[in-house]
């Protein structure tokens, strides 16, 4: 283990103990050597030691996945990302009709569809259960105009995820382990319905109650949410994963999988996605002290991930963690290794102190979907109070605790930091409407609009 990881591996630890995160695996390429390490168990009920090969959910990192096949038609001249969805889907029917007919495959790569886009729901586990899905998508409101603010959106991952089954001809997770999984040897990746994964270790998620640690249920998210949310992989895989998309295109066999100018062409910025930096095809880009990263974060029912590689620097990190709180450690693992790694440290932005009169403006309740939170004013700063509404991983799944009080300051016009975990960090931006008034409070990836 080298030093750099060591120390790395040393403040997770750390934040596990404190957090009481029950399992954490972590991996690291970075020039040419791998290092990798489990720590913690895979449930508190039923504990088994977490090791690199433990498999978790990876969550959102699956749309990528889902973009890079989608990338693969494209080089086979069965999709242009700019052609409106309907030509390959003509029953694809929005709340919007103009949306529906006008919506591209680069919206909802970009998450600029401007639709509700946190629904869940259960179909079962048969082939047709994402084409249920897609048409029950088509009473989700239209929040914001088509393609203009981003906003991040789950169920336009549940369109792109469906386009493939179309083209294909095939199921999704069929065509993703023909196209992606086996030409580049990914043997530890799965998707739920599959029982096989089940014979290797695997960890459950868990959530904070009433200050104990408990397992979270339901495990799975459904076979609707795969091409959205679906993958399950371990950290070794997700930097196989990293190899490939920073290189040229062919698996380590020397296969070739897709052109090297698409993978780039999913690196290029489409759109500003406020906190989150810039918008590429799936990919988040973020530079930082001169290192310019991609990656993308995943979230499940008590499992969080985090995944990100710097081509120039030849790295790649992947976080995988089995309790909601470990958010707080994938989003720290991101400035530790860019500190460990390239000497480059994230400072907090400076506070800018604004007069109750001027932060009335923003008080009131926002909301997108199952996201809820009202804004009110405390000691002169603005504090975000969730509210839970339930929604995951059906629309019928109660609402479970809600997170702390988490205060936000401003340090530019219009946009604002988080100081209170599990928000400590988090950038958020205000978007007003043509009369000025504040319409949007974008934060956690969501532009949630003003309703109260």
């Known amino acids: 283990m080298n030093k750099p990881f060591q120390e790395l591996t040393s403040r997770i630890q750390k934040e596990m103990k404190r957090l009481r995160v029950p399992g954490v695996a972590v991996g690291v390429w970075h020039r040419g050597r791998e290092h990798s390490a489990g ?14 090969e433990t498999l978790f959910q990876t969550g959102s990192i699956s ?32 709340s919007d009709e103009s949306v529906a007919e006008q919506v591209t495959t680069r919206n909802l790569l970009t998450h600029t569809g401007g639709w509700v886009g946190d629904y869940f729901n259960d179909f079962g586990n048969g082939s047709d259960a994402n084409e249920r899905m897609v048409k029950d998508i088509a009473r989700l409101p239209q929040i914001q105009p088509l393609g203009k603010i981003w906003s991040y959106n789950n169920t336009g991952f549940n369109i792109a995820a469906r386009l493939i089954e179309v083209l294909t ?35 459950v998620g868990h959530h904070r109650e009433h200050g104990r640690m408990l ?34 295109g062919k698996s380590e066999n020397g296969r070739r999988v897709i052109a090297r100018k698409s993978l780039k062409a999913m690196r290029v910025a489409q759109i500003n996605a406020g906190g989150r930096g810039e918008m590429c095809i799936t990919w988040f880009r973020n530079e930082i002290g001169g290192v310019t990263r991609f990656g993308h974060g995943g979230a499940t029912h008590g499992q969080q991930a985090y995944f990100f590689f710097v081509p120039e620097k030849d790295f790649a990190l992947a976080i995988l963690t089995n309790a909601d709180e470990g958010g707080i450690i994938t989003a720290n693992a991101i400035g530790w290794a860019h500190e460990l790694y390239f000497g480059v440290k994230t400072k907090a932005p400076k506070h800018i102190e604004l007069k109750k009169s001027e932060l009335g403006q923003y008080v009131g309740r926002y909301q997108i979907g199952t996201e809820c939170f009202d804004l009110k004013i405390k000691n002169g700063m603005l504090v975000l109070q969730n509210i839970p509404l339930g929604g995951f991983p059906t629309p019928d799944t109660p609402p479970g605790p809600a997170l702390p009080p988490m ?9 604002l930091v988080g100081l209170d975990e599990p928000g400590k960090g988090a950038i958020a931006d205000v978007i007003r409407g043509a009369d000025g008034r504040v319409e949007f409070f974008r934060v956690f990836g969501r532009a949630h609009k003003k309703i109260a």
């Open 39 to 52: 720590f913690g168990v895979t449930s508190v009920e039923n504990p088994l030691p977490v090791t690199p």
């Open 63 to 94: 749309k990528t996945y889902t973009a890079t096949i989608l990338m693969q038609l494209v080089e086979q001249g069965k999709l242009d990302l700019d052609e409106p969805v309907r030509k390959y889907l003509p029953e694809l029917k929005l």
């Open 169 to 203: 001809g095939k199921p999704y997770e069929i065509a993703a382990q023909e196209m992606l999984f086996d030409p580049l040897g990914l043997g530890m990746t799965f998707f739920y319905p599959s029982d096989i994964f089940f014979t290797h270790r695997f960890v």
């Open 215 to 248: 397992v979270s249920r339901p495990w799975a998210i459904g076979r609707a949410g795969n091409g959205v949310g679906g993958v399950i992989s371990n950290v070794n895989e997700l930097l196989k994963y990293a190899r490939f998309h920073m290189g040229d």
């Open 407 to 415: 205060r936000f300051a401003f340090y530019e016009k219009e946009k």
